[in-house]
């Protein structure tokens, strides 16, 4: 492990410090993440969204915040040729994916927009694994981060950077982070440890001079649509 990172690890809370360090104990570290097992919680209401279709074929990363919704970002399922939406059924949502093995499969139905980037996938039935849940508003700039996302250079397993912090606020209003974040990872969460567990804060986006983007998430508008 990294030094930096093995620091950072020392600095979370005790149970969560020692589950990041076992994690990476466990796994093969890849560039400051570390492959988790798909079927553990809460990593395994994460999935990887798949899009294909006669000419798109592509995938980024979700996440399950209530029974029928996933959470991703909308670059992931934005329209080509003027349309606003890639077309529902061409969209999947596979939790606990790994090496083409998945706990569950289901296909889109529609998407509710929640914020800029932050969209909500509607699912054709209720997926049954417990969701993510979804951290209160007010992270400050040097909190510790999770993200966890299916990467472009290994697309085929989850992998979680256990260690890294929300850097500070954009312009524009988005978080920068540190966590080691590719192509494949638009829409993975980015999670904070709210004492009871870990809690989804924002959704990964992008990367801007080298630095990773994240969109918090409003709680009251997620909850709203998750109680529907």
Not at 10 to 32: F, N
């Amino acid at each position: 492990m990294h030094l930096r990172r093995l620091a950072m690890c020392l600095l979370l809370p005790l149970g969560l410090a020692l589950a990041a360090v076992a994690a990476r104990a466990a796994g093969a570290d890849i560039g400051g993440r570390v492959i988790v097992a798909p079927d553990a919680a809460p990593w395994r209401a994460v999935g990887r969204l798949n899009v294909a279709g006669f000419r798109i074929r592509r995938h980024c990363t979700a996440t399950l915040v209530a029974p029928d919704l996933a959470l991703t970002a909308r670059h992931c399922v934005g329209g080509f040729n003027g349309e606003a939406w890639v077309a529902p059924e061409l969209v999947h949502f596979l939790p606990g994916y790994s090496r083409g093995g998945y706990l569950e499969h289901h296909q889109a139905i529609g998407y509710v927009p929640i914020g800029n980037e932050a969209v909500l996938v509607r699912l054709d039935g209720r997926v049954g694994i417990q969701p993510v849940p979804i951290a209160e508003a007010g992270t400050a700039p040097g909190t510790a981060l999770f993200e966890a996302g299916y990467s472009r250079d290994k697309g085929q397993v989850l992998t979680v950077d256990p260690a890294c912090r929300f850097l500070g606020w954009s312009d524009d209003g988005l978080w920068h982070h540190d966590c080691e974040a590719i192509g494949g990872d638009s829409g993975a969460p980015i999670l904070i440890d709210t004492g009871a567990g870990l809690a989804v804060a924002a959704i990964h986006i992008g990367r801007r001079g080298g630095v990773g983007l994240a969109e918090p998430l409003d709680p009251d508008r997620l909850r709203r649509h998750a109680r529907r």
